[in-house]
């Protein structure tokens, strides 16, 4: 089974919508886990028709495994993962745990975390085959996408793991300063090592290729018109 993290300190990037889409594409073609590790639960309550009779937390408490209801299955988030945060260090190892003893259950688990690196989140990255850091481009998510590739880098220091893969999708802006700040965040994630990073350039200059596509287009059939 591989693991992929969606996860940001900054809330409001898009985190829980990458999920639920991710849970229904993988779903489609492979046994698909999604857990649900926000206390907010709002992918719960958008993926509720997919909901195993397992809770979030209890991933945390023992090694638990989550019994298949189909294609998709969901673990539900509760308040109660609030009570993970002043429980023991331990209880992060005892989710990798969990995770693993589904291994031969699942193809692929997605899980989506709440924005705050804390005992859920360090449980999370420790299980993690690859990370996805949804971001704008903005000074706040600069600070952001550092402080995250810290916790990548001591997760795998401390545990003695290999590094998961990291990734960071964000929209494209064509203002000039925007193109700066985005230039700006690439430093951080090139010291993650094995980050992929996304060429706003490139893209930047595809679309504006196709917005001169477009204009040209609708002022030929304007020069046909009668």
């Known amino acids: 089974m591989k693991t992929l993290v969606v996860m940001n300190e900054k809330g409001g990037v898009g985190k829980t919508n990458i999920v639920a889409h991710a849970g229904w594409y993988f779903s489609e073609r492979l046994r698909t886990l999604v857990i649900d590790l926000d206390q907010q639960a709002n992918l719960t309550t958008t993926l509720g028709a997919n909901l195993a009779t397992v809770e979030s937390v209890e991933l945390f408490a023992e090694v638990t495994q989550v019994p298949s209801v189909g294609a998709l299955t969901v673990t539900r988030s509760t308040r109660d993962l609030l009570g993970v945060e002043g429980a023991d260090r331990s209880c992060i190892e005892t989710f990798?745990?969990?995770?693993?003893?589904?291994?031969?259950?699942?193809?692929?688990c997605v899980i989506d975390t709440p924005p705050a690196l804390t005992n859920r989140t360090f449980g999370a990255l420790l299980s993690a085959d690859a990370i996805l850091a949804p971001i704008g481009i903005n000074d706040y998510s600069i600070q952001g996408v550092a402080e995250l590739l810290r916790a990548i880098k001591g997760v795998s220091a401390h545990y003695e793991r290999p590094r998961a893969a990291f990734s960071w999708p964000s929209p494209v802006d064509l203002r000039p300063q925007e193109q700066a700040r985005a230039r700006a965040i690439r430093e951080p994630c090139r010291a993650g090592g094995k980050a992929t990073v996304p060429r706003h350039g490139r893209q930047a200059r595809r679309l504006r290729e196709g917005r001169k596509r477009e204009r040209t287009r609708v002022e030929h059939e304007g020069q046909r018109s009668p």
């Open 96 to 108: 990798r745990d969990s995770l693993a003893s589904m291994a031969d259950d699942y193809d692929v």
